[in-house]
């Protein structure tokens, strides 16, 4: 992938800056993190920004050690965010905020994940196989005659929220809100908007809940094959195993959104890393296009290298030393999974795409845990049969010379380009 005028900058300040001058939130860090990474895995695998005054964890067994021990590095960071009056005043318009899966801390968060287990179990995904891979093939058709397409937008963004439509049990049409409102929810985390965009963002979430809200009381009379469904209708269980009450609004809210937000953006970067890797690694193209049950090695190997979620928020609940450096109680701690899938003491060589390494299955972009990805099978499914499907239906894909400008969404949330325009030989 050529280098855009900005990784140049960021390669430049990744070698020459003392790593106390280094932002994580300047456009350098999030269009090019990998200088930035391997030089604070090497010095200081637990860092504290001097500007932000978090502490941001980027060696994968420190990483590690925090996902081994929610106890003390806690989920519920939602007093990191949010904090601004005017988003406030926005919030207090709607239903209260409450953690559960990705805020959550033991012992409720175990008694959501268990939950959600019945709604997203391995067969349900599996059964999921068909109808993936006929959207798949259906968005492959709008273009395939054209010889070019912008993947992003043509792509990973209508199949994974289209997925996530069925999967929820909502209307597909409805996808483009979903979109809006994955990107909203985003801005929360990114750091990196101005305030109006925040207010904006903060007022789609007020949408959201008034859209999923209805969905609830329907499925909750109507109960059908879905996850709302099964959301709608399920018991939360106390820790004996008993049946204690049914999920509450803002509980049932805060469920969905996550389950409508984290996977569409990742998957969707995802899609248009691997197939940036393919394009830039013929030689494994050809080896997967020539036996696809290689492609799942590849998916493992991709994520590894996009880490499309790149980290997520912890507070510490005491003070604790790792590597060397000690946490006060309360502190933010930002775990960097994109950084510790390229730490040289666990991955070697761990900028290169290496289908065949040894330890594939460690990689941690989808952390480590607790708090372990809850629809990562899903995610490889889609990353596996669009895969599949895009190699055997874009001959001599390319990039469209001139089209791209390489730019990665401005976001420390999420990691991925902007656009990703190919061409190929038309069908
Ligand atoms: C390539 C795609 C994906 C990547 C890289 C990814 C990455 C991650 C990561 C790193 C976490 C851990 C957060 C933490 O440790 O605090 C996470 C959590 C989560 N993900 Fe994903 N994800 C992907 C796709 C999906 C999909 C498709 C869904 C749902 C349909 C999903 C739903 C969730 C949920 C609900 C959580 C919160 C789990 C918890 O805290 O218990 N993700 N994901």
């Not at 860090?29 to 860092?47: H, I, N, S």
């Not at 390319?398 to 990691?415: C, E, L, T, Y």
Request: glycine letters at 6%; proline letters at 7%; one cysteine or more.
């Amino acid at each position: 992938m050529p280098e855009s005028a900005l990784d140049v900058q960021a390669r430049q300040q990744a070698a020459t800056l003392p790593i106390d001058e280094f932002n994580p939130f300047s456009a350098e860090f999030v269009q090019c993190p990998y200088p930035f990474y391997a030089r604070l895995v090497k010095e200081a695998p637990v860092w504290k920004a001097p500007i932000q005054g978090f502490y941001l964890i980027t060696g994968y067994e420190e990483v590690m050690e925090a996902c081994r021990h929610p106890e003390i590095f806690s989920s519920d960071y939602r007093h990191l965010f949010n904090r601004k009056p005017e988003i406030q005043a926005i919030l207090a318009q709607g239903v209260p905020e409450v953690p559960t899966l990705g805020t959550g801390d033991p012992p409720m968060h175990k008694r959501y994940r268990a939950l959600l287990a019945k709604a997203f179990t391995a067969p349900r995904v599996n059964a999921m196989g068909d109808t993936i891979n006929a959207t798949v093939n259906q968005l492959i058709d709008a273009f395939a005659g054209r010889g070019e397409v912008e993947l992003h937008a043509e792509f990973g963004m209508p199949l994974t929220m289209q997925i996530t439509a069925d999967q929820l049990g909502v209307p597909r049409e409805d996808f483009r809100k979903f979109r809006e409102w994955s990107e909203a929810r985003i801005v929360q985390f990114s750091f990196m908007v101005p305030l109006e965009a925040e207010i904006e963002a903060t007022k789609k979430r007020l949408d959201f809940q008034k859209y999923f809200t209805q969905r609830f009381a329907e499925k909750q009379a109507n109960p059908t094959n879905d996850i709302i469904s099964v959301l709608a209708t399920a018991k939360l269980e106390d820790d004996d195993g008993k049946e204690m009450r049914s999920l509450t609004l803002p509980e049932f809210l805060s469920i969905a959104e996550q389950l409508m937000t984290a996977g569409n953006l990742t998957t969707t970067h995802a899609i248009c890393a691997g197939m940036v890797m393919l394009i830039e690694n013929p030689r494994v193209r050809e080896e997967i296009t020539a036996d696809p049950t290689k492609v799942k090695l590849f998916v493992e190997e991709m994520v590894r290298l996009s880490s499309p979620g790149p980290g997520y928020w912890r507070v510490t609940k005491e003070e604790v030393t790792l590597a060397g450096v000690t946490i006060p109680k309360g502190a933010p701690v930002h775990l960097r999974f994109a950084a510790g899938n390229r730490d040289t003491r666990v991955f070697k060589d761990p900028d290169r795409l290496d289908i065949h390494r040894e330890n594939l299955s460690s990689q941690m972009a989808f952390s480590y845990g607790e708090h372990y990805c809850a629809g990562a099978v899903l995610a490889k499914k889609e990353l596996e049969l669009a895969f599949k499907a895009l190699l055997a239906r874009l001959p001599n894909v390319r990039f469209a010379p001139g089209k791209n400008d390489w730019s990665n969404i401005q976001s420390f949330a999420v990691h991925g380009l902007n656009h990703l325009y190919l061409e190929f030989d038309k069908a």
